[in-house]
Each structure stands twice: as C-alpha cells, then as structure tokens.
C-alpha cells in the first residue's frame, strides 16, 4: 500500500500509542516511530531523568523540535507524547498533514495504569484528583483529532483494524 500521510496517534500516558502504532506499523509495512523513544535515544536519557535534571520546559522545546522534524516525512506511523498534541505548533503540523487518531480511554483506566506506571514524570507528585483533572483537560484538546478511537471495549487487535480502516479511507 502506498501511503500518503503520516498516521499520528495521541492520547494521555498510558493510552496505548505505542503498543497500538507498533501493530499497526506491522500490519502496514511502515516504519515507526516513538517521538518520547526518539527522544531518549538523542539524549541518552530516560523522559523521567530529562524531567528531573533538565526540567519540563528543557523537554516540551526538545519534543517540539523532534516532533515538527519528524512530522515533515511521510508514510510512518508516529506515537505523539502523551503532552505534543498540546503544543499548537505541533498540533497545527498534525492536523494540516497527517491523520490523526485519538486513542480516547476511560478516565478510570487511565488513572490506574499511569498510577502504576514510574515512567510518568507529569504525575509523580499528583493525586488521583489532579490525574484526573489532567486527563479532561487534555481531553478537550485530543478531541480536535481527525478521528477519536473509543478503546475501552475493543481489544488491540480491534483498535488496529478500525484506525487502518479510517486511514485507508482517507
């Protein structure tokens, strides 16, 4: 199949982004790529330790530089940081000249998997309500997303199949 856009994924930490762009890069023969990955790679550190030692504004420049980079080539499928859909930069990019899908979850399962998760340097220090409140937040940016994905009742494989369908549509 011959691409014409990139397939752009976003949703909160703990959507699901990578595990999903992972499959559908399989199915499609395309090359993926993870914009927080991307970003470890360069700079030899984890997100948690750049957030710890360089500060959130030092990563939120370096995602928006990587991400508007990478979003220039065509044909791959790119996993959004769970904060690059927020930058309008990046979001402005996305919208003009990739798909984009909204891995939308349930509030509560998303409150339990970043609780779970170390990996998430955004909620260290926040309570359930803050999460919370974070996630309807950003909500209410993902929504301007091409297309919104509601993933609680399907399984991955679903997921897959129902975002390649809309994309090759397009």
């Not at 914009?35 to 030092?58: N, Q, S």
């Not at 402005?92 to 984009?100: F, G, P």
């Amino acid at each position: 199949m011959e691409f014409k856009k990139n397939l752009v994924l976003l949703g909160m930490m703990g959507s699901g982004k990578s595990t999903i762009g992972k499959l559908i890069a399989k199915k499609l023969n395309a090359k993926f790529i993870d914009i927080d990955k991307v970003i470890e790679k360069e700079t030899g550190m984890t997100i948690t330790k750049i957030f710890l030692e360089k500060g959130e504004t030092f990563f939120r420049n370096l995602e928006e530089k990587t991400s508007l980079n990478l979003l220039n080539s065509h044909d791959n499928i790119i996993s959004l940081g769970g904060g690059g859909f927020i930058n309008n930069e990046i979001k402005k990019k996305v919208l003009s000249n990739s798909l984009s899908f909204w891995l939308s979850c349930n509030t509560y399962t998303l409150l339990n998997r970043i609780k779970k998760s170390k990996k998430r340097p955004l909620v260290f220090n926040l309570d359930d309500n803050e999460i919370i409140h974070l996630i309807t937040k950003r909500s209410k940016i993902y929504s301007k997303a091409h297309f919104k994905i509601r993933c609680n009742k399907l399984s991955k494989n679903e997921i897959v199949k129902k975002i390649i369908k809309l994309y090759e549509a397009n």
